[in-house]
């Protein structure tokens, strides 16, 4: 089993930063692509960073410039660098790792979400 936990979240003020991180844990053997997700209430839950494991990332266009998503395959961890934030980014972020295989699934990939962080930004 893998589990994918969140921590970073908060309140910041508008203009001001987080850094958001995430920590895969299980028998894994690899992990294809992270990635960051939110969902802001009332709304569909939207892609905001992604980073396959060797390749070149990929962001929203709300948040191009402002965010930066980098990875530790060494230590399954991805991490999200949020600056001159505002109010709209306001959402539950979540992490995703996708196309994981394990030692017990050697042969087989499959997608984990974390349980997701609170971010607040306050205007």
């Known amino acids: 089993q893998v589990h994918l936990v969140e921590s970073g979240g908060g309140l910041v003020q508008a203009g001001g930063s987080l850094r958001l991180s995430c920590v895969a844990s299980g028998s894994i053997v690899s992990i294809n692509v992270m990635g960051w997700y939110r969902q802001a209430p009332g709304k569909q839950r939207e892609l905001v960073a992604t980073i396959p494991s060797g390749g070149y990332t990929n962001y929203a266009d709300s948040v191009k410039g402002r965010f930066t998503i980098s990875r530790d395959n060494a230590k399954n961890t991805v991490y999200l660098k949020m600056n001159s934030l505002k109010p709209e980014d306001t959402a539950v972020y979540y992490c995703?790792?996708?196309?994981?295989?394990?030692?017990?699934?050697?042969?087989?990939?499959?997608?984990?979400w974390g349980q997701g962080t609170q971010v607040t930004v306050s205007s």
């Open positions: 995703n790792a996708d196309g994981v295989r394990t030692i017990a699934t050697l042969n087989r990939l499959y997608s984990y």
